[in-house]
């Protein structure tokens, strides 16, 4: 096996990195507060990998394409080739469904969980997303908590950085609850 490269590449939402090994992507940064803490978040998770720039071609047409899609294209990433090295089994079969949604559409961590066959795991489906390292490819951005609230978001930004990406996608307005959901009500 080869050692990782990476590339840092403008999009609309920012600086983000691609982190490829032996033809398969491995990361999808999103965007850091700056260049430097992309390149020290890669170093932690891939500390042999080395920057290319540019990237080889192969790995260039798939940063093409995450750019169409980011600039509101039609553009569907589902044949990009990933590796999720030793993520458990669970966050695989997760990460296979959540591949299915198209661009400008989601799901439900409790649909994705019914459709593993375990009904009752939508928190483990979340937990599977929230460690998801090849964000936008495999697009965690599209699964939502139930009634369409935005759940979490583990990129910087958090769930206003998920909400502009699904902005960008076209996705239907996603609810981020009632305004005053979860203050204490006060009958009398």
Same mark, same amino acid.
């Given at each position: 096996?080869?050692? *990782?490269?990476?590339?840092?590449?403008?999009? *609309?939402?920012?600086?983000?990195?691609?982190?490829?090994?032996?033809?398969?992507?491995?990361?999808?940064?999103? *965007?850091?507060?700056?260049?430097?803490?992309?390149?020290?978040?890669?170093?932690?998770?891939?500390?042999?990998?080395?920057?290319?720039?540019?990237?080889?071609?192969?790995?260039?047409?798939?940063?093409?394409?995450?750019?169409?899609?980011?600039?509101?294209?039609?553009?569907?990433?589902?044949?990009?080739?990933?590796?999720?090295?030793?993520?458990?089994?669970?966050?695989?079969?997760?990460?296979?469904?959540?591949?299915?949604?198209?661009?400008?559409?989601?799901?439900?961590?409790?649909?994705?969980?019914?459709?593993?066959?375990?009904?009752?795991?939508?928190?483990?489906?979340?937990?599977?997303?929230?460690?998801?390292?090849?964000?936008?490819?495999?697009?965690?951005?599209?699964?939502?908590?139930?009634?369409?609230?935005?759940?979490?978001?583990?990129?910087?930004?958090?769930?206003?950085?998920?909400?502009?990406?699904?902005?960008?996608?076209?996705?239907?307005?996603?609810?981020?609850? *009632?305004?005053?959901?979860?203050?204490?009500?006060?009958?009398?």
């Amino acid at each position: 096996m080869t050692a *990782p490269g990476f590339i840092l590449f403008q999009t *609309p939402i920012g600086i983000c990195s691609l982190v490829w090994r032996d033809e398969r992507i491995v990361g999808l940064r999103l *965007p850091e507060a700056t260049a430097a803490a992309t390149r020290t978040r890669i170093a932690r998770r891939w500390p042999d990998a080395a920057e290319q720039a540019p990237p080889p071609r192969n790995i260039q047409a798939i940063i093409d394409r995450v750019l169409a899609l980011l600039a509101g294209g039609p553009v569907d990433l589902s044949d990009v080739p990933l590796d999720f090295g030793a993520a458990p089994e669970f966050h695989k079969r997760a990460y296979e469904i959540a591949r299915t949604i198209p661009a400008g559409q989601t799901m439900t961590y409790g649909e994705i969980a019914k459709r593993l066959g375990a009904p009752h795991e939508s928190r483990e489906v979340g937990q599977a997303m929230g460690k998801n390292p090849i964000a936008i490819i495999m697009p965690c951005h599209r699964v939502l908590g139930a009634d369409g609230k935005m759940g979490g978001f583990s990129a910087n930004g958090g769930v206003a950085t998920k909400r502009r990406i699904l902005e960008i996608e076209g996705a239907a307005a996603v609810s981020a609850g *009632p305004l005053f959901a979860n203050l204490p009500r006060r009958d009398g």
